[in-house]
Each structure stands twice: as C-alpha cells, then as structure tokens.
C-alpha cells in the first residue's frame, strides 16, 4: 500500500516537473522572438544590402552614411535611421512620369515629347548628407536642361535630326554647369550619368492633321501643275502643227515676192483652218476655197407667204390694209 502511494506521488512530480520545463522553454523562446522582433522592427539591429547604403542621424546631430554590406547595431534612442539609399542605376523621366510632355519649339510650334536618363549615385554624403530631398531637386535640374536644348531646336531638327541632339542633351547633362560657373549635375549631387535617350518627338493631333491637310493640298496643285503643263504642251504642239501648215500652204501657192500672203491669211479665217485642224487632223484632203477679192455672194430663201405679212404689219403699226 506504502509503495503503490509512492509510486504515484512519484509519477505525479515527473508530470508536472516535465511541465513546468515544457512551460519555461516556451516562455523563453516567446521571449527571445518578441525580443527580436522587437528590435528588428525598431530596427535597433538592421541590415545594409549589396548595392544599397543607409544614412545614419546620431543623437548629436551627425549623419553618416553607411556602405559595408551586412547585420550593424545600433543604439535605439540615439540613432536614427533616416533612409535607406539603392546604389544601383536609376531612371529619370522628363516630367517625372513616361508620358510625353508638352514644349514649344524655336517656330512656337506646340510638340509632345519624352525622354530618359540613367543614372547612379557615386557619392553617397553628396546626394544624400548635402541635399534635402535629392530626387525633386534632380528632377527640376533634368527637365530645365533637356527643356532648354529642345525648345532651341527647329521643328525639323526635332523630327529628323533626333540623333544629334540626343547627343547634346548628354554631353550637357554630363558636363555642362547648370549655371555660368555652377556645378555640374554630377558635382552637385554626386551622381554618374550613364546614358540619356530621346524616346519620342512628335507633332500634336491638330498639327498632324493640318500637315496632313497642306500634303494633300499640295498634291492636288501638283496634279492641277501637270495637267496645265500637258495643256500647255498639247497647245505648243498644235501652235507648231498650224505654223507649218501655214508655211506648207505659202510655199505651194504663195509668191516668192509676198503679195499673196494677205490673200491665204484671208482664206485661213474663212476656213477656220485651226480649228478645222484641231477636230480632225487626219483626213482633210478637201477644202472649199472661196473669192478671197471681195465679198461672198449673199443668196437668201425665198419668202413664204406668211412673211409679207409680217413685213405689212412692220410697215403698217396702226394695223390699216392697204388700198
């Protein structure tokens, strides 16, 4: 009876002493994940990733960047974290956003234009330490260079001549100061311009349809210029075909001495000689050559009966017969 009563108490112990131990170990490993989450989310233990860097504001006022790459420490109440900076290549739109952008050219003709920049960070405390807000400020430098240089450019330059100025645009954003004895856009952020390219250039909706419009127009005067030239052409022929049909009717029956040539320029009126030639150039082999001295004879119709009439009612307007 004295041993089963003990070996009860015995078995009761182990449970519960294997319980206890099974308690603890789980509040410690709650405590340790709360603990490390703790930190990590106030980021009193924070990591810095290949190609990134993190810009470090101590308790006095110091900022510093830092670069190594791994786990760094930091007290929480005396450091701050203030960004987190990618020191990869980064992009830069004209505008800010991948949509064309509205400028005007040297002609004040409206076009729509985009463009992009790559570029990376070099100095870490230039970009970072030595300017508030960076980004915007870049942005507004970009766009003012690229704005400056297209807007001085011709509308035919912009469409045609885009791999010149895309060119320019580099050259000026790698090393033109911003102002007259100014920084670079490099020096002053401390950045490296790795390439610029000039995505698009093209003319508003209204300004496409316009072109479009003074193309067709000029097509149409060029048809309207071609037919008048075959005119005029078709004109010199028959002008030339008339001459020498002249000069073939002078040497036939003109005079050596020219008193016949007023006779013949007389029998050309009367015969509509170019006309008649213009209808039917083939197969004129008869003309009616008339009295080119005086006057044709003028032979008129008998008058029928109803005409004496008229003519004694013309005479006669009171409406009298005669006698």
Do not use: C
């Given at each position: 009876?004295?041993?089963?009563?003990?070996?009860?108490?015995?078995?009761?112990?182990?449970?519960?002493?294997?319980?206890?131990?099974?308690?603890?170990?789980?509040?410690?490993?709650?405590?340790?994940?709360?603990?490390?989450?703790?930190?990590?989310?106030?980021?009193t233990?924070?990591?810095?990733?290949?190609?990134?860097?993190?810009?470090?504001?101590?308790f006095?006022?110091?900022?510093e960047?830092?670069?190594?790459?791994?786990?760094h420490?930091?007290?929480?109440?005396?450091?701050?974290?203030?960004?987190?900076?990618?020191?990869?290549?980064?992009?830069?739109?004209?505008?800010?956003?991948?949509?064309?952008?509205?400028?005007?050219?040297?002609?004040?003709?409206?076009?729509?234009?985009?463009?992009?920049?790559?570029?990376?960070?070099?100095?870490?405390?230039?970009?970072?330490i030595?300017?508030?807000?960076?980004?915007?400020?870049?942005?507004?430098?970009?766009?003012?260079?690229?704005?400056?240089?297209?807007?001085?450019?011709?509308?035919d330059?912009?469409?045609?001549?885009?791999?010149?100025?895309?060119?320019?645009i580099?050259?000026?954003?790698?090393?033109?100061?911003?102002?007259?004895?100014?920084?670079?856009?490099?020096?002053?952020?401390?950045?490296?311009?790795?390439?610029?390219?000039?995505?698009?250039?093209?003319?508003?909706?209204?300004?496409?349809?316009?072109?479009?419009?003074?193309?067709?127009?000029?097509?149409?005067?060029?048809?309207?210029?071609?037919?008048?030239?075959?005119?005029?052409?078709?004109?010199?022929?028959?002008?030339?075909?008339?001459?020498?049909?002249?000069?073939?009717?002078?040497?036939?029956?003109?005079?050596?001495?020219?008193?016949?040539?007023?006779?013949?320029?007389?029998?050309?009126?009367?015969?509509?000689?170019?006309?008649?030639?213009?209808?039917?150039?083939?197969?004129q082999?008869?003309?009616?050559?008339?009295?080119?001295?005086?006057?044709?004879?003028?032979?008129?119709?008998?008058?029928?009966?109803?005409e004496?009439?008229?003519?004694?009612?013309?005479?006669?307007?009171?409406?009298?017969?005669?006698?």
């Open positions: 009876m004295t041993d089963t009563m003990s070996k009860s108490i015995l078995s009761r112990s182990v449970v519960k002493k294997t319980l206890q131990r099974i308690l603890a170990l789980a509040a410690i490993i709650i405590l340790v994940y709360g603990s490390t989450a703790a930190i990590y989310a106030t980021k233990i924070y990591k810095v990733r290949i190609n990134y860097a993190v810009v470090l504001e101590r006095n006022g110091i900022r960047a830092v670069t190594t790459v791994g786990w420490l930091r007290l929480p109440l005396f450091t701050r974290i203030e960004q987190e900076v990618a020191l990869m290549n980064q992009t830069l739109y004209l505008g800010g956003n991948d949509a064309p952008m509205r400028i005007i050219s040297k002609e004040n003709v409206v076009l729509w234009a985009s463009s992009l920049m790559t570029y990376r960070i070099r100095d870490l405390r230039t970009w970072a030595e300017n508030l807000d960076p980004m915007n400020l870049l942005q507004g430098d970009y766009d003012g260079i690229v704005k400056d240089i297209l807007q001085s450019q011709k509308v330059n912009l469409i045609s001549n885009r791999e010149s100025i895309k060119e320019d580099f050259k000026a954003l790698k090393s033109r100061p911003i102002n007259v004895g100014g920084p670079t856009l490099e020096q002053k952020y401390g950045i490296e311009v790795i390439s610029f390219v000039l995505k698009e250039t093209r003319f508003g909706d209204k300004l496409a349809e316009a072109t479009e419009e003074k193309k067709r127009r000029e097509l149409i005067a060029e048809a309207e210029n071609y037919a008048a030239d075959q005119e005029a052409s078709r004109i010199r022929k028959l002008y030339a075909a008339y001459l020498d049909g002249i000069q073939s009717l002078q040497e036939a029956l003109g005079r050596p001495d020219g008193t016949t040539d007023i006779a013949l320029l007389e029998f050309l009126a009367q015969q509509k000689w170019a006309t008649a030639y213009e209808k039917n150039q083939e197969g082999h008869t003309v009616v050559i008339q009295n080119t001295k005086g006057a044709p004879n003028l032979t008129l119709p008998p008058m029928t009966q109803a004496p009439m008229e003519a004694d009612r013309a005479n006669n307007p009171n409406g009298s017969r005669r006698p």
